[in-house]
């Protein structure tokens, strides 16, 4: 069954430290994974989106990882700010529009 | 230039009403989805349209209705509303198969 497990559940930080967020899946076949960002009560917003081919990608303070060998993904924040505060989301695409599974995400709660 | 906007964003109804949450978007996206977010679980599909005319169903389509007349709209109809149908819904339009997913603020839905 194809999966997409993240890990922590949650999380707390205080501001300015670094984190790293963790994604396992088992879905095949494999097109690509997504990265989204969910501040409460809004709708997820992407932050990267990662093909087979491609094991590092930026956004700012956020750096993903994929490693398609394993079929594990990270996210880091870097310093992190009051406004990380959210939940984040992996989501790995077997392929075609409906074939989308996301995870239930790691919320992240960043303390001063 | 909107994006994705849903209406309403908040409903309350008692058990066997029937509502439509309504769904449009104006980025020309051919692909329009509905998906609810229950605590503790991944965003699941419920129905999916590649185009004007075209509707299918995602993985939790019962007691939900869908068309799409055109490219700009996707209203979700729920038929007769059960309490296990309490949950926040998300309207999202995707660029292409690998393209951003693009999602809506969201309409949290409350069944007595």
């Known amino acids: 069954k194809n999966q997409v497990e993240q890990s922590p559940q949650s999380l707390i930080i205080l501001e300015g430290k670094n984190c790293t967020l963790q994604c396992n899946y088992t879905v095949s076949p494999f097109s690509n994974l997504r990265w989204y960002k969910q501040d409460t009560g809004r709708g997820p917003v992407s932050l990267t989106i990662m093909t087979f081919s491609e094991n590092t990608k930026s956004n700012g303070r956020y750096t993903a990882t994929l490693d398609a060998d394993t079929k594990q993904s990270s996210l880091h924040i870097t310093a992190s700010q009051l406004s990380d505060s959210a939940s984040y989301i992996c989501v790995v695409s077997s392929g075609g529009y409906n074939k989308l599974i996301f995870g239930a995400g790691t919320r992240l709660a960043v303390h001063p | 230039n909107a994006g994705v906007t849903q209406t309403p964003k908040f409903q309350v109804l008692k058990t066997g009403q029937s509502m439509t949450l309504q769904c449009a978007q104006d980025m020309n996206h051919e692909y329009m989805s509905w998906y609810r977010q229950d605590p503790g679980m991944g965003l699941r599909l419920i129905h999916y349209s590649v185009g004007a005319g075209i509707t299918d169903q995602g993985e939790v389509p019962n007691g939900y209705n869908v068309s799409r007349s055109t490219t700009e709209d996707f209203p979700l109809r729920l038929l007769s509303a059960a309490p296990s149908q309490t949950s926040v819904y998300f309207c999202?339009?995707?660029?292409?198969?690998?393209?951003?997913?693009?999602f809506g603020e969201g309409s949290r839905l409350t069944v007595l």
């Open positions: 999202a339009t995707l660029a292409g198969h690998a393209g951003e997913l693009f």
